[in-house]
């Protein structure tokens, strides 16, 4: 699971890892009567039960979370405690991260794209007045939503990668993954990240081109239904873009070539 007061940029990268419970018990029981070591036996075996109880107890409530539950304060961080399911999806999320990070050849992309998805995490608890709740309703929309990153980041292992970056990755690149599965193949643009003009803010907030769709074969390559009538070509070296792309008054694609990272 994810520290969601921690710095965000590692947020999701933390694996909180609970210590394991040792019970040593050492001395010397020289001139003790049979009495006085059947005793202490028993205070042994009570000791050792109680320690249990409280790693059992300490597993399924407080530390369940990679946050300590005890100390939750923000509204997703008491819904993900008291709430099983979600619970465990979002620990599932953040390990399934954790792994994708490491091994992704675009340094920078999977971060920035967990950071995006942390500050709009909490938005799965708004109602129909916009109003934050914990109801069944929402913590079935927080669900939901933590399914969704799971295969996400899932898609990001498996697809080709292209990227206009020099170097580590930023929100002001392009990163355009390439994902086959079956006869099925989509492509996602994301990046090219700008502030908003009414109310500047530094990312993850502010305008991103974040597009996602099903390939659709077409002469000279394919298009899709959210690029008009670009063409897109692809091949194992470059990805070749006819024309601009829109993806918001503010932001959008350039046309041309992006390289092959993996």
Not at 63 to 88: G, H, M, T, V, Y
Not at 108 to 113: C, K, Y
Not at 206 to 219: Q, S, Y
Request: aromatic share 8%; with cysteine.
């Amino acid at each position: 699971m994810i520290d969601y007061a921690a710095n965000p940029v590692v947020q999701g990268e933390k694996d909180v890892k609970l210590s394991r419970l040792s019970l040593n018990f050492r001395g010397s029981l020289t001139g003790a009567t049979g009495a006085a070591i059947h005793g202490l036996k028993i205070m042994i075996h009570r000791a050792f039960l109680s320690a249990v109880a409280i790693l059992v107890l300490g597993m399924n409530t407080s530390l369940a979370a990679s946050f300590d539950c005890a100390k939750a304060q923000r509204p997703l961080e008491k819904l993900i405690c008291s709430n099983p399911a979600l619970n465990s999806a979002d620990e599932r999320m953040g390990h399934t991260f954790k792994e994708v990070n490491a091994s992704f050849p675009l340094n920078g992309f999977v971060l920035l794209t967990q950071r995006r998805f942390i500050a709009e995490y909490p938005f799965c608890m708004l109602d129909e007045r916009g109003k934050t709740v914990a109801t069944p309703a929402t913590a079935n929309a927080c669900l939901q939503m933590v399914q969704s990153r799971i295969a996400e980041l899932q898609r990001f292992g498996q697809s080709k990668v292209y990227s206009n970056a020099k170097g580590k990755f930023t929100q002001d690149d392009l990163a355009i993954l390439i994902t086959t599965s079956g006869a099925k193949s989509q492509i996602k643009f994301w990046g090219n990240w700008m502030p908003d003009a009414y109310q500047p803010a530094p990312f993850p907030q502010g305008r991103l081109c974040d597009l996602e769709a099903d390939l659709i074969p077409a002469k000279g390559g394919f298009r899709t239904d959210q690029t008009d009538d670009v063409i897109i070509s692809i091949s194992d070296a470059v990805v070749q873009l006819s024309g601009f792309i829109s993806c918001s008054p503010r932001t959008g694609i350039a046309d041309g070539s992006y390289k092959r990272i993996k």
